[in-house]
């Protein structure tokens, strides 16, 4: 057995200690008075989103296999090719009315495709016919300079009726989940492209070294490596223009001394707790380095 297959067969082990029997890996919702066992689709993609950037993992895995079956657990029972963070009849009590959202379902389909489990026509469909629907119509003044129309907003709402809410905040690395998928699915001509990627390399360009600005970019993902990890995926998948603006980001993250300011967190709730953390992303980024 050669040394990368030894690796990948150590990961699987210890990996499996962070997998539940239904294929979901566990995250950690980490609130001040303590922390609760979560299982959810969005941190599973993740995990399986750094597997296969690690290049040496085969979809027929059956870690791999069941984990997929839990994303697509997570799609919508109402309107096909739409996900939410949690499987409908799982989602905690507190979060019975959290809608299916553009992040999930941009992270979700691409992992799904990626694997096998959709086709190209099945994402693009997607593309076209969900996620456009819900390009944000105005710059909803005042707003943050950063902030344009035809970007995409936070949550799905039924025929598009939620894009122009201030509730549907913009996010940075949201769109730029949205990037990855779209040049994936070489739809980057579509609307929603290249204004997303002119947003994401103005906020970037706008928020500096200021520890606030870049925080202010994302706000569900309080921990500014996240956002790196999404831009490195998304150059990855053919977003090119988004080289630069990444790089400057590193750079600012860097002189700002803020890359570590969450450390573990993948996302949280818009400016504020809860965080989540996720062992099982954790530990398969640690076997890349």
């Known amino acids: 057995m050669s040394g990368m297959a030894c690796g990948m067969d150590s990961l699987s082990k210890r990996l499996t200690a962070y997998q539940a029997a239904n294929g979901a890996f566990v995250s950690w919702i980490v609130q001040r008075d303590g922390e609760i066992e979560d299982y959810n689709g969005f941190a599973t993609a993740l995990v399986l989103r750094a597997l296969r950037q690690r290049g040496d993992v085969s979809a027929r895995e059956p870690l791999c296999q069941v984990a997929l079956d839990f994303l697509e657990?997570?799609?919508?029972?109402?309107?096909?090719?739409?996900?939410?963070?949690?499987p409908v009849q799982q989602r905690p009590i507190w979060a019975q009315r959290v809608p299916c959202d553009i992040d999930d379902t941009a992270v979700i389909n691409l992992e799904l495709a990626q694997y096998g489990r959709r086709t190209l026509d099945e994402v693009q469909a997607v593309v076209y016919g969900l996620l456009m629907a819900h390009l944000v119509q105005n710059e909803r003044r005042p707003g943050p300079p950063w902030l344009r129309p035809l970007v995409f907003p936070t949550w799905i709402g039924k025929g598009g009726e939620t894009a122009n809410t201030a509730a549907n905040p913009v996010d940075c690395c949201v769109?730029?989940?949205?990037?990855?998928?779209?040049?994936y699915t070489g739809l980057t001509h579509l609307p929603g492209y290249s204004e997303a990627c002119g947003m994401i390399a103005?906020?970037?360009?706008?928020?500096g070294d200021s520890?606030?600005?870049?925080?202010?970019?994302?706000?569900y993902y309080p921990q500014p490596t996240e956002f790196l990890y999404a831009l490195d995926h998304a150059i990855t998948c053919g977003a090119v223009e988004l080289q630069a603006p990444r790089d400057q980001l590193a750079n600012d993250c860097a002189a700002a001394g803020v890359e570590g300011s969450q450390p573990g967190a993948i996302c949280s709730n818009a400016y504020a707790?809860?965080?989540?953390?996720?062992?099982?992303?954790?530990l398969v980024r640690a076997y890349r380095q």
């Open 273 to 282: 707790d809860p965080i989540w953390r996720c062992p099982a992303l954790s």
């Open 175 to 183: 769109n730029t989940n949205v990037v990855a998928l779209m040049a």
């Open 211 to 219: 520890p606030l600005r870049i925080r202010s970019l994302t706000p």
């Open 73 to 86: 657990s997570c799609e919508s029972p109402d309107r096909a090719g739409a996900f939410g963070f949690w």
């Open 202 to 207: 103005d906020g970037i360009a706008w928020a």
